[in-house]
Structures are given as C-alpha cells and as structure tokens.
C-alpha cells in the first residue's frame, strides 16, 4: 500500500521449537499481542523490515503532498482552499509521525531523506500520477485515502509499539480525508454536466492506480507470511483490494457514475464484487521510476531539499553562536 | 550529515488539569524552535496547552512503557472532523 | 451618515481581507516544498490562519454590498478592484524572501488588529479579536526567524539582508495613510496609522539590529490601496480565479 514493495529479510517463517530463547520470547510477545518496544530485544531482520516499510510508507506521505499541493492555489472557493491546505498539511503531519517511528529503530530521517532523493527508496506508486482537474483531488481523496485508510486502520495493531501508536494518531486525524474528498465528488456529480464528465474522468483515471495500491497479487507476494507472523501486517494485499471494491463501487453508483472496468459485477456466490485483471505491468513500470511524473515527484523533493540547505544550517549557525555567548556570560 | 536539527521529545499538557504526556518528537535547532513546532505539529496551534520539549539524548530510560498518544485537533478546523462531511446513507460508511 | 460609514468600514474589510488573502495565496504554494518537514506544517498553520481570516473579512464586505458572499467577492474581481498592498503580492522568492515578507507584514498586521479590537464597529473588533492571537503568534514565529537567519550563517545572513532590501520598499504602503485611512482613523474605526508608524518602525528596527541587518535606503512603493499593483496580480489571480472563470457559476 503505502509501502507497496517492502522485502522482508527474514528466510521463512520458523516455528516457535526452531528459535533460540531471545527470538522465542520475541515471537511469543507477538503472539500474545503484547507491543515491541525501541529497547527491546528483536531480530534485526524484523528491525531491517521495520525500518523499510516505516520510511517507505513516511515517504509517500511526503511525496504525497506534492499531487494535490499542486491545486491549492487554484481551489476554487476559500472554503476548498482551506479544506486541502489542512490536509496536505496533515500529510506532512503523518509523515513527520512516520520518521519519528522509525527513528527509534536506529536511523536518521537526514538517512531516510537521502535515500528517497537518491531514489533508492520507494514510495507509493499512486503518487506518480498526474493531478489534472479539480476532480482528482474530489477522486484522490475517495479512492487514494479510502485505500490508504484500509490499510492503517489495521497497521494501529502493529506489533512495533511506535509504529502503532503513529498509526492511531494518523487514523484519527485522517478520517475526514476520505469524506472531503468524496464531498468534492458529489459537489461535481450534483453540478453541470461538465462537472459530472470531469468527475467520471477522475474516476476512469484514478481506478486502477487506486486497487494497484495493496500492491501485487499474494501469489506474487514473497513477504507477506513473514511479515503477518512478526504482526506488521495483518491482511493480504487481495483481502484488502477486496474490501476496497465492496465499499467502492456502490458509492460509485451513489454518485451515478461508471466503474471503469466491464467485469466489475456482483458475485452473489462469494458475497463480493468480482472486477477485472489489473495492468500490473504498469504498476511495475511505475515502480521502476516510468511513471507519468516519477521525475517530477522527485525533482520537486530533491529542489525543496537542496534549496533549504542553507536555511536548514543557517539556523544551527545560529544556535551554536548562542550556545558559546551563553557558556561565555557563565 | 553532522548538521542534522537535533531530536526533541515533545510533552504537552492539556486543558483538563491533567500532568503533560509524551506525545510524539521532531527535529529543531534550538529549544525556542522546538517549542514552536511543537505547538504547530502536536497541537495545530491549540491555544491554552502547555508544552515541554526536551532533547531525546538527555532523556534517560529505563524499560520502555506503554504510551498512547492521544490529542484533540485544533477546535477551530472543524473540517478536520469527519461529521464536517454529510455522507448520504446510502454511500455506507467512510 | 450610515450609508458612508458602510462605505468606509467595506473599504477596510476589502483591504485587510485581501492582504490576508493574497498573502495566504502566497504562502500556500510552500506546501510540499518548505526547507524542512517542520516548517511545511508551520507555515500551512498561517496560511489557513490567513485564508481564515479572509473568509471573515471579505463575508463582512459582501455584507455591505462588494458581492454576494465571501467567495464572489475573492474570485470574481479584477486586479484594479483589488486592495491589498504591494507587499503581499511580491514573489515567493528563497525561503528568505517568503520569511521577510511574512516578517515585514506580521509588524504591520498585529498592531493593526490590536487597534481594530478598538472600533467602534462591532463587527471589526470581532474579526480582529479572533484575527489578533494568530497574528500574534505569526509576529512572535517570523521575528525568530529574521533574528536567527540575519544571525546565523554567512550564507543566511547574505540572503536575508537581500530580501530585507527587495521587500523593504514595499513595507512603507501599510503604515502610509490615505485618505480613506485618514477617515477611518477620524471616524474611531480603525487605529492611526501615524501613531501604528512609529511603532512600526521601532519593532522591525530592534529586530533588524538583533539580526544584524540593515534597513536599506530608498522611495516607499505603493499602489495597492487603490487597486494599482505590481505585474505579479494579474497572474496571482489568473492562477487563483481559474476555476470559477472556467466553469461561470458553478457550485463546487
């Protein structure tokens, strides 16, 4: 999801009769639900694990802004404008919580800044599409948070305590991301015609970027049972799209507009909503940097980074100026 | 990177009379800053919370303790409630 | 003589209304860009601040007739009909730029709306009795900034007395009475703005002397006041009225 491609360093799961004391009492704290803290002992690959998912997921809540940033000043009431400013800002807020997290596992979040503008670190693929009309921060804020949700409303049972505690804060303040987000859709779907033409656009565009978010299909997924025994994940990434297509589509036809995908049809056997193939080897391309705006993402982080350098030192300059007058008057 | 803004623990107290708690940390140069971003990050700028910074490295621990972070948004931004929202009940819930 | 008191207290709303607009519209545009992951939550806090405060202002202009409501009277005007000083309309800039200018407003925008408290229109001392304490807090952020960055490394020292000298010209417009200052002034509903000047001028030049810079010489630059601005409107506004020019009534 959010951290759509994390490898788990772990070699397979092992039973409880396999491990040496230390992990087996590890494993048996998960296991009792009890939380893992900074100080306490842990397999460095649950660490390694950790530390990837937490930055990749902080990542994409930076990057994240950038999308619906860029609409902001073009809001079209104050209203509106004041609406996406809080919410970007949270998004800045949750990935401020995230680095915080994963800071206490041992690494700098000047280390984690590095590696997503080295581009060596990933964040959410849905992040490198383009924000062309109004209605895709209305669709960004239904379907991207609306999965986004899905996928965090379990995380604040994670095993790592500073993890889930992150992730309570950033569920209890994301809650009306999805509703804004979806109020813009009805906004459009009640307004002209060409408000509902642009609004089904949003849609057919943001759909399958949208499901493509709980990452590849489990068969192809290597780390989930790692991952699930050591309670950093609690559902399958297909469990979660599911979930996604049953409460999406008939808020789609609440609003009268088309899911952009013909096998989309209720599955009365299964007691779901059965849809069509997803283009994964888009999602790859994406992943590998092919994306519509991978490079624009990205140069716009690295710029804001480069051009704060100065600010960033001049600050510190400052303080440590202060510091020695201070030592000198004592 | 030597000239990393230094880690603070960020404590703050309520309007309910209650001790201050740990509610999360951030990066700052100096404590004045600290105190500043703290109240912009935490507290979206609630007026009437007291807060404390510290630096994470002078904070001796002992066995790390359960804390939930917990705090209320700004009053003011009632967009950030989800009941700002009229969701039909039809669309299910969000 | 209600219908020009109206007139004059519309006037006032429409001018601080659109300074905290278009400075608000300025400052939005960091989101996702500041220089540090804190500073993007800081400064997206004076923008709603800012954005705020202009659905207060411009809703009371409205009210006395500048359009329908708060909205209309953002989107639907044209640069000449716009009253906010030169100063809030200048670029982003470096981040320098963004603090001075903030730095530069904030000196004006607190005494300001502590004089407003005063009027003797009630519904001015409301707006500016909420308006007051965010501003507060804006004045208290950007002097800690000017004083630390003027204070700071050679580099920053360098690029904030480079702002100061940019933006200072344009500083002068909020303290410089008009006639229709002079009015409000005469009429108990908005402060001085002579007595405002010297208070002015004593804040920015403590901080400046703290922050080791200095105050450039040169002509003050005005025009906002009177709706005549810099080339820098015409595109705030394209950027910002876009939509609702697009799309002529639409609700959104």
Redo the contacts between chains.
Sequence with gaps: MYAQEVKSTGQGVKSLDEMEPDERAFQEKINADVKIEPKDWMPEGYRKTLIRQISQHAHSE?VG??PE?NW???????????IL??K??DE??H??YL?CAAETLGVS?DQMTEQLLSGKAKYSSIFNYPTLT?ADIGAIGWLVDGAAIMNQVPLQRCSYGPYSRAMIRVCKEESFHQRQGYD?MM??C???P??KDMAQDALNRWWQPSLMMFGPPDGDSVHSAQSMAWGIKQNTNDELRQKFVDETVPQAEYLGLTVPDPDVKWNEARGHYDFGELDWDEFYEVLKGNGPCNKERLG?RQ???T?????????M???K?RDARKMAAE | MSNE?PLWEVFIRGQHGLSHRHVGS?????Q??AI??AR??YT??N?GVSIWVVQSKDIAASSPGDKEPLYEPSN??VYRHPTFFDIPDEVGKM | MAGDTDKLVCELALRMGDNA?ILG?RV??W????????????L??V??DL??Q??LW?GLAAELGAGDN??DV??LRDARGFRNSLLVEQPNG???HTLMRQFLFDAWHYPMLQGLKESADIRIAEIAEKSA?EAA?HL??SS??V???G???D???D?MQAALNALYPFAGELTAPDETDEALAAAGLAPDLNVLRQQYDDYVSRIFAEATLTVPEGAVRKGGKAGLHTEEMGYILA??Q???RA?PG???
């Excluded at chain 1, 902001?72 to 004041?82: D, G, H, Q, S, V």
């Excluded at chain 1, 051009?307 to 600050?315: H, I, S, T, V």
């Excluded at chain 2, 951030?26 to 100096?30: E, K, V, W």
């Excluded at chain 3, 989101?31 to 800081?42: K, Q, R, S």
């Design positions: 930076i802004q950038l940033g902001i000043t073009r809001a079209p009431t104050l209203e509106r404008k004041a400013l809080a970007v800002q800045a807020g990935g401020l680095y979040r109004w813009i906004k459009l009640e307004g002209a060409e408000q716009a710029k804001a980074w051009d704060g350098a100065w600010f960033r030192e001049g600050l300059a400052h303080a100026k | 803004w951030l990066h700052a140069p100096d004045e800053i500043k971003n912009d990050v979206r700028r007026e003011s931004k | 607009l519209q939005s545009a989101c996702g860009h500041a220089p540090v992951l804190e500073e993007d939550i800081a997206a806090n923008a709603l954005i705020g202009t659905k411009l708060a909205d953002a989107f470096d981040y320098g304490k807090y208290e952020r800690d900034f004083v630390r960055l204070d700071g490394s580099e920053s020292h690029r950027d910002m876009w939509l609702q799309y639409a609700t959104w």
